[in-house]
């Protein structure tokens, strides 16, 4: 036995509705329905009558001739957007009977997007490895995992021998420069000697220099050369420490990784283009961004950078898109569902998902024009999201659109294909 889902119910009962209100009218010989013999397109129907304008009427369905949906279904194929066929129910209690309910379509703001999947990463741009400038002992950690930085506070400090040793130079440079200048300024030496002190003095101090050490500190340890000299690391520029492998006491080479600064106001989320979608993405478009961990939040950024080429493998084209987070809610590595949004309508025409029917693969939507009729209209779609379903041509706005049980009108007007013709076939 054939198992009957759930969700084809509404449908089934749609028809049964339908069906009974059909046997009414068959039963009803003088409901209006004036039958003859005669064949068109494989369909018999009733006779036909011509109005006060002379055009042909079905005399079944009370409806012009050509205009009719129930007769001539197959005409549907070949509607333009705007253009429709007319739909007389069996009786004019169907829409009750089978429960059909009808809306006017409201104007809305939508937009096109073309959706992908995204990994968010820190903002390359605002991220800083800061290393050991020279190789020592760590003298002191400043700062813990998390700790909040402004630019060139100090984060450690270093003791180191070639440190001390450069100190000692640059010190030793510095008194000899000035016993030069004394003698020089007594006649006792020449100026080559002098000369030659100040460039041995420029030299020990721009070493000092390239290692970190200011021109108050280079003054400051000339006056007091027998302090212990540490040096000070520090962070390039305001953030937070994301990454901390510094440990009080331990050796450092130079080169090593001490701390990971990050500024977290700047996220990126690297996206997924499908490579198919890549003629209407653009550097500068609006990218929505979701989170699972975040229900019901939206991030906006713009999309900042498109790969100039296309993965071998997943088809896939890698892109970059930059957002605020200013809350600190994002995070490294996080997971997202990306839009980018490539049309913005501030006012569409939208009507629910639940409206749409295809007919020959071909959109349709019913108007609703009287007791028990509606027109079978075509239409041209638009953008689909949460907001409902863009129309953007074949409807007005104001016209009565049937949202529910809309298959129910369509199984009418396809009811011939079925092998139900007329009242009296």
């Known amino acids: ?55 042909e009427m079905c005399g079944e369905h009370g409806v012009p001739e050509a205009e009719c949906a129930v007769c001539k279904p197959q005409l549907a194929a070949g509607l333009k957007p705007g253009e429709s066929l007319q739909v007389r129910l069996p009786s004019k209690n169907s829409v009750a009977i089978v429960g059909i309910e009808t ?19 820190f903002d390359q741009n605002r991220l800083a490895q800061i290393t050991a400038p020279v190789g020592g002992t760590l003298h002191s950690v400043e700062v813990d995992l998390g700790e909040r930085v402004e630019e ?27 016993r030069e200048q004394k003698l020089r300024a007594e006649r006792v030496t020449s100026q080559a000697e002098l000369d030659e002190a100040e460039a041995t003095h420029r030299a020990a101090c721009q070493q000092l220099r390239t290692l970190g050490f ?8 000339g006056r007091r050369p027998q302090e212990q000299v540490l040096m000070e690391v520090r962070a390039p520029f305001a953030g937070e ?63 900042t950078w498109i790969a100039p080429s296309v993965d071998e493998h997943t088809r896939l084209v890698r892109a970059r898109a930059e957002f605020p987070n200013t809350e600190g809610l994002l995070r490294d590595r996080m997971f997202a569902a990306a839009r980018i949004v490539t049309r913005q309508e501030g006012a ?30 075509a239409v041209q779609l638009g953008a689909r999201d949460a907001s409902g379903q863009e129309i953007r041509a074949g409807l007005k706005a104001g016209e009565q659109v049937a949202v529910t049980h809309g298959f129910a009108v369509k199984s009418a007007m396809l009811m011939s294909r079925l092998g139900a013709g007329c009242a009296d076939d």
Do not use: Y
């Not at 080479?253 to 993405?281: I, K």
């Open 1 to 55: 036995m054939k198992k009957i889902h759930f969700s084809t119910l509404p449908a089934l009962v749609s028809l049964l509705a339908l069906g009974l209100a059909a046997g009414c009218a068959k039963n009803d010989e003088h409901a209006g329905h004036d039958h003859a013999a005669g064949e068109h397109d494989g369909h018999d129907h009733g006779s036909h009558t011509t109005n006060k304008e002379g055009v």
């Open 103 to 121: 809306t006017a379509p409201v104007a809305g703001p939508i937009s096109e997007a073309i959706e992908c999947m995204a990994e968010l990463s």
């Open 152 to 178: 060139g506070r100090c984060v450690a400090r270093i003791w180191s021998a070639s440190i001390a040793e450069a100190v000692a130079k640059a010190v030793l440079a510095h008194q000899s420069l000035e």
């Open 214 to 221: 200011t021109e108050d500190q280079i003054e400051e340890l």
């Open 241 to 303: 420490i994301a990454e901390r492998n510094a440990v009080r006491g331990a050796l450092v080479e130079p080169g090593r990784q001490l701390f990971t600064v990050v500024d977290r106001s700047t996220m990126w989320a690297m996206l997924q283009v499908p490579e198919a979608s890549l003629a209407q993405v653009r550097t500068g478009q609006v990218v929505e961004l979701r989170v699972d961990s975040l229900p019901g939040k939206v991030f906006l950024g713009k999309l």
């Open 348 to 377: 569409a025409l939208l009507v629910p998902p639940s409206a749409i029917q295809r007919i020959e693969g071909k959109p349709f939507v019913f108007v609703k024009t009287g007791e028990d009729l509606f027109d079978a209209r």
